[in-house]
């Protein structure tokens, strides 16, 4: 069995697949996605539909684009202009595909790898992040509570983990650090207005994991998130899976068995 994790696809269906005819993806094999599984791509429903098909072969962590759709389901704002959800919105089997979607969690934790979409904010050791995203996936997995996070989850502040901050606005920020974040200070206060090159930050702010005192410097993480990273190294212990298929960049798939990275143009 080799396990592939795959970055962005937001709903960039063919070159998925091809990536997985390439690499001969079998029944024994698993499939992990960063998230954003789904938006601003062509086949956001039948992307949707091939990873919900997958069953137990398949898993992810929620990206920013998912929740969103998510948050537009509950009518809590409607599409922009930009996004390409319709196709699920009005689908029949919407229903079933949301519902398993808002059950999928923030962080993923492997024997060698911890799996999010943007980053682990400089002060969260592996442990407190673990602690935190498992918050989360019970908020979500909630109707209630979900219905109370959607309603606010749109907003940048709280900017800085306070251990004091409280729900809701304690799952906001919990939800950007793991979904939105690029720059942050080293005391971790997020900046998220900036897309621009990692070498471009902010005054004060630095990438999330360029932080000398990051408590996760020693773990292995696997994000995405970033397409003006452009999957270009940026430390030994670090994978970044976004390349910007959605915009014209490949799309990368990591077999987390040898390391190696596969790539595919959109077709």
């Not at 930009?82 to 962080?107: K, M, Y």
């Not at 799952?171 to 793991?178: D, E, G, K, S």
Request: aromatic fraction near 10%.
């Amino acid at each position: 069995m080799t396990t592939y994790v795959v970055g962005d696809i937001q709903g960039c269906l063919q070159p998925l697949q091809q990536l997985l005819d390439d690499v001969a993806f079998s029944s024994a094999d698993q499939l992990w996605s960063v998230g954003d599984i789904v938006n601003r791509g062509p086949q956001s429903l039948e992307t949707l539909r091939f990873c919900h098909g997958l069953g137990n072969r398949f898993r992810m962590v929620l990206g920013n684009h998912d929740l969103h759709l998510l948050a537009i389901a509950q009518g809590v704002r409607p599409p922009h202009r930009s996004d390409t959800l319709d196709d699920i919105l009005n689908a029949t089997d919407r229903d079933e595909l949301l519902h398993w979607l808002q059950g999928q969690p923030l962080l993923m934790a492997s024997d060698e790898y911890l799996i999010v979409h943007a980053g682990i904010p400089p002060q969260w050791s592996r442990e407190q992040a673990m602690e935190l995203a498992t918050e989360m996936h019970q908020v979500l997995s909630d109707d209630a509570m979900a219905r109370e996070f959607f309603h606010v989850m749109y907003g940048n502040e709280p900017d800085c983990w306070a251990q004091s901050i409280t729900p809701p606005l304690r799952w906001r920020l919990i939800t950007n650090y793991f979904t939105r974040m690029r720059f942050c200070s080293p005391e971790g206060k997020l900046e998220l207005s900036s897309k621009s090159q990692p070498h471009q930050p902010p005054p004060g702010f630095a990438p999330w994991y360029s932080h000398t005192g990051r408590l996760t410097k020693t773990s292995n993480i696997i994000f995405g998130h970033w397409a003006a990273l452009q999957g270009k190294f940026c430390g030994s212990q670090l994978f970044p899976l976004d390349t910007g298929c959605v915009w014209g960049g490949p799309l990368r798939l990591m077999n987390l068995d040898t390391g190696d990275y596969h790539h595919q143009q959109p077709l």
